[in-house]
């Protein structure tokens, strides 16, 4: 049973960081995409960043390109994302994902397709406030 357990959300100053933890069980990441994805309300899913774990090729959205990181710990089958240089903006519901991903898919474009996404995270609140 494929499993994600996000953890790592909080709420800090304008500026500062926080790392979220994606930790997945049930299943191999050797074919498979994570997505972090973000939603406010009245908005649709946002894809932040995704990760294709087959050759560590990354997507970063233009809003988050700069400040978020987004790795992973084969050993502990988890996926990060660094949030540095944290904005007002950046607030939101933060979501991992994950599917498998196709030979003939690129991680943008399974990132900018949060429906690509079968199995879902419950959620962590990132709230960036002075």
């Known amino acids: 049973q494929v499993q994600l357990v996000e953890s790592g959300g909080g709420s800090v100053q304008p500026g500062g960081s926080l790392r979220l933890s994606c930790v997945a069980s049930?299943?191999?990441?050797?074919?498979?995409?994570i997505g972090w994805f973000r939603q406010t309300p009245g908005k649709e899913r946002e894809g932040v960043s995704c990760?294709?774990?087959?050759?560590?090729?990354?997507y970063y959205s233009d809003s988050v390109k700069a400040r978020f990181t987004i790795t992973r710990d084969h050993a502990k089958d988890t996926v990060y994302l660094q949030m540095n240089n944290l904005e007002p903006e950046d607030t939101a519901v933060y979501y991992c994902?994950?599917?498998?991903?196709?030979?003939?898919?690129?991680?943008?474009?399974?990132?900018?397709?949060?429906?690509?996404?079968?199995?879902w995270g419950q959620g962590t609140q990132v709230t960036v406030s002075s």
């Open positions: 990760i294709a774990i087959r050759d560590n090729s990354t």
């Open positions: 994902a994950t599917d498998i991903i196709y030979r003939d898919v690129t991680i943008q474009a399974m990132c900018l397709t949060p429906s690509e996404f079968l199995h």
């Open positions: 049930g299943f191999s990441l050797d074919y498979y995409a």
